[in-house]
């Protein structure tokens, strides 16, 4: 229901004047455009026919071998034939809701989560347990207390600049959780789409990195290369991979090999290196922009996330501000951002909040969006004050 | 588990050295690789960065309206947003699966029957009806027993060159089973990936053309273009087209764009209508030189299907020969196939069947594999008149 709103949003978004702060998608210019044509002919060169024939469920070999060195960078070992390639992340969420999730089974997600992940889980009925959060992301003690009375039959968690709320869980709490889920023996997936890009500061460690037993781990090629080209990858421990494998056999068989030959060079010939810096410097000022315009012109009773990279701010006002009414109000000045209350899992909860993706609009267009949605705010807000002040006065010489 | 099987088959297959007319793929050299690099140009030219950008889960825009022109010159009249982009049939066929089946619901398929599709629906957990078939496919009447006595989800059909048997029915059983389904207000699902695989006669119409309000259609690109892309689409009357848009976004979000934009420029750009004669005359000799090398090597014990294209040929012997073991003997002397009993959904049935597939081998290897699998069943059977009269020696002698 939630995912229906936000694509009745983003109907509204497509039109021309628009200025959007609602998508959660990548920009254009962050592709690697100029490279696609070099890549193509390279890959027809290295892999011939091979690059257009069926392939193994598992993934295009040279692909895997990619990003496991890749993930080796980042502290996850992982040898080739252990990373899974999938449909993009979607495609390891729904196999993972599949073989994992019988109906009334419990899920534990963060609220507010990815909506994303709700959607390819609730086809298989499970139970979701809700765990708290604040400004570092999932309180620990709040997943302890579900493990403590709730058999949970995963934990789902984006750690690091979550969607929607751009936060990331700090070390400290990081090492809580690898603590609990192997001391509770719990499955964690680890939803990491995010944590390369970082505009500043250093890069905090996986929980894959830190409990790889207890970890399911999935990525994707989309913010770093491009979402068209839906290529994804899981890493998990047996038997859950073998079991991956056989489900995603049965979904679509493999993903598109030429995809996957595409971004098994993009990787291995260097160019996502020396392209994801260029990605970041285009991105940095957007969100700085954004962070100083809500600096600027958003009520005092506003406050935010401000994260170190990814591509979402997370902003909460009061309750009684509904963002959801608002979100009409500010499209008829032609700016949309996505009400907080969707990313809920249960109703009634986060409405005074909201979700602002920085990444598809340039810097002097960010300020004026912030600045049209703070006096959209402002005036409900007078508007609010006015009517209680009316209703008390209407109040006092109530006929009585 | 027949699924498994065949893995374990095809993994020998791949053993150098070794004939394998077991597989069920295109050959390499049907792929338009010299056209693929233009194809990208072309692509980048015209739609830039969409085509590697986040896509309408319905599918690219471009490739809907090329496939609804093709289709409506084969008789399917559809217009270009009612032709939905899947990740390859596999995917098709676990969105219905997943749509459509409850636990214990009946699903009605031909015996045997495609493989991949039971994959794709067993998760979800139905009952199968069996069909019976004939040389000439499905038999009616089978069919409407069913129908009289069972509720049934769906019928999966396979009704041109099917995948295991080659066998397409006659359009005098195509009008029966319109008419059934019409008159029990059935739903079908018509699987047809290798129509325009036809090496001669003349084209049958498809049951959606003849029954358009029963039948969820779906094709795909694997075979006229290449399997890699992973592009399949279908058409199916409404709710169920609104409902499969809803599932395949939890599933994988969208196809892959990019794979899209380079089947779109494929068929629109007039390529496929120029490549395909290609492909044909490239098959049609080496299933010429199977059905000639049967004729003259098979037991005469043997029957075996005349398709008019696809890729496979049936041949079915005496239960007691049974190909499962004689597999074994034959991948000894380096010739592979599949045993036949792997395509029924029950256990027990098709033990003397075998399929036939010809399209990765040339005509003279073929011949020689024919030979040879001739030459292993001859002698299994001649042993086993040996055991026989043996057995009856040793038991007129046996003590007591």
């Known amino acids: 229901m939630g995912a229906s709103a936000i694509r009745e949003i983003l109907k509204v978004v497509a039109q021309p004047g628009m200025i959007s702060l609602a998508g959660g998608i990548p920009a254009p210019e962050s ?22 024939q069926y392939d193994r469920t598992e993934g295009f070999a040279p692909l895997q071998a990619a990003l496991a060195d890749r993930l080796g960078t980042r502290g996850i070992q992982a040898a080739a034939d252990e990373v899974l390639i999938t449909s993009g992340s979607q495609g390891t969420l729904d196999a ?13 997600v963060e609220a507010p989560t990815y909506l994303g992940a709700l959607q390819a889980f609730s086809p298989y ?35 690091t600049f979550q969607n929607p709320t751009g936060r990331s869980l700090p070390l400290s709490r990081r090492r809580k959780v690898a603590a609990l889920i192997q001391r509770h023996d719990a499955l964690l997936v680890e939803d990491d789409p995010y944590s390369e890009l970082r505009y500043r500061g250093e890069p905090l460690p996986s929980l894959k990195s830190m409990a790889p037993g207890h970890v399911v781990y999935t990525s994707t090629l989309s913010k770093v290369l491009a979402p068209g080209l839906r290529v994804g990858y899981v890493l998990a421990p047996e038997p859950i991979a073998r079991w991956l494998v056989i489900v995603k056999q049965g979904v679509d068989l493999h993903t598109s090999t030429f995809s996957q030959a595409l971004a098994a060079e993009y990787i291995a010939g260097g160019h996502l290196d020396r392209h994801l810096p260029k990605i970041l410097d285009f991105y940095r000022p957007r969100q700085e922009a954004m962070l100083a315009a809500l600096d600027e012109y958003f009520p005092r009773e506003f406050h935010w996330s401000k994260p170190d990279g990814g591509m979402f701010i997370w902003a909460e006002g009061p309750d009684a501000l509904n963002t959801d009414e608002l979100a009409h109000a500010c499209i008829r000045r032609c700016v949309a951002y996505v009400p907080g209350r969707y990313f809920y899992p249960g109703a009634g909860q986060g409405l005074g909040t909201m979700r602002l993706n920085y990444t598809m609009t340039d810097p002097p267009t960010i300020r004026n969006a912030i600045r049209i949605v703070a006096e959209v705010f402002r005036e409900a807000q007078s508007a609010a004050r006015g009517g209680e002040a009316q209703s008390a006065e209407y109040g006092g010489a109530a006929p009585g």
Do not use: C, M, N, W
Not at 31 to 50: H, K, M, N, Q, Y
Not at 96 to 108: E, F, Q, R, T
Not at 142 to 154: A, D, N
């Open 31 to 52: 592709f690697p455009l100029e490279l696609i044509g070099a890549l193509t002919e390279t890959v027809l060169t290295r892999f011939g026919s091979a690059a257009l």
């Open 96 to 108: 993972i809701g599949k073989l994992l999730i019988a109906p009334g089974d419990s899920v534990a």
């Open 125 to 159: 009925e499970p139970e979701y347990q809700t765990l708290e959060t604040d400004d570092d992301g999932l309180i620990p003690e709040s997943l302890e207390e579900v493990l403590k009375h709730k058999r949970v039959k995963f934990i789902y968690l984006v750690p």
